[in-house]
């Protein structure tokens, strides 16, 4: 296979997944993620080890993830929004149980079935966790085919290095755009699987059994206080995340008075538009946010420092503006340039509530 091909979105995300190393994947059909399925299907059972299952639900789909994960594999799904809420109840069994995985969800237009144009409104249901309880997921937001290769890749070491599940949170646009994808920039995301010596692969009565569960519940004791401590630990863990695994990506923000603030697809059209203000004057810089958990904090609470506004572009009605404000502690205003349903953003408007911001 030549080292740059042209692909979409959604072939990018399937391909980098089998040179990461994932021999497993269990999915179903969903407009616009389709492709995802249709590629494991043709690619992943002629690798070796190589298992690809249509499941019967997205439901089903999941809870074989977490099977395999507990196997010690490297294991995917992938899905899009209404897709991916069924699978909720499987994330937080993964984050319970400690199992790394990677999820990818190619966002379409909500609530409900929505539409198959693509959005963002599944901000909140990735980056606060998408089922119950207290636990966290990485969360990768690619804007180019190309870091849907190369963030694919990244996904699933980091699920493996910090025992959590890996999220893709792209959008229909990405998913079925074409761009060239050069698959030598995967030797610089560490794709080595260590052995997993947690992992249920038979004792072959030479060590103690491994023992993977999420549900703590003595019925003699019925003691909180075990399961408290393994929460605690837990986000010991995802304070580390915070730490060392945070990502973004400025343009101009150095002298920048308004910064804009987008991820995914959004954010491409976004830097247009910061472009365009630059060419009238207006002194308008750019942070993209690539991690959205960990979110960027403390790069924003640094421009707010000398910035006099905000702009924060979203396909959605303003899910990842709470966390900007949060970031900033509400320093400096923030406007929103919000489209939802399916319909995407044109420079024009984006350049107007830069304008409007560098009035502030």
Known sequence: MSDKVLMKGNEAIAEAAIQAGCRHYFG??????????????????KAQGGCFLQAESEVAAINMVIGASAAGKRAMTSSSSPGIALKSEGLSYLAGCDLPAVVVNIQRGGPGLGSIQPGQADYFQAV???GHGDYRMVVLAPSTVQEAFNYTALAFS??????VTSMILSDGILGQMMEPVDFTSLRF????????????????????PNIINSLFMDPIKQDPEE????????????????????????????????????????ARVAANAVQAARAEGIKAGLLRP???WPYPKAPLAALAQRAKAFV??????????EDLELAIRCAKPVLRSNRTGGMVHGVEEILAKIREADAC
């Not at 179903?28 to 059972?45: C, D, V």
């Not at 249920?200 to 030479?206: H, M, R």
């Open 28 to 45: 179903y059909p969903i407009t616009p993620q389709t492709e995802i399925a249709a590629y494991m299907s043709k690619r992943l059972p």
């Open 128 to 130: 606060k966790g998408g």
């Open 158 to 163: 980091l699920a493996d290095k910090y025992r």
């Open 189 to 208: 995301y560490n794709s080595e699987q260590e052995e997993k010596a947690w992992a249920l692969t038979g004792t072959e009565n030479k060590r103690p």
């Open 227 to 266: 399961l408290e401590k393994v929460v605690f630990a837990r986000y010991e863990r995802y304070a580390e995340i915070e730490k060392a695994e945070t990502r973004w990506e400025e343009r101009f923000t150095e002298d920048a008075d308004v910064v804009v603030v987008a991820y995914g697809a959004a």
């Open 290 to 292: 690539i991690t959205l």
């Open 312 to 321: 924060c572009v979203e396909m959605s009605m303003g899910q990842m503006v």
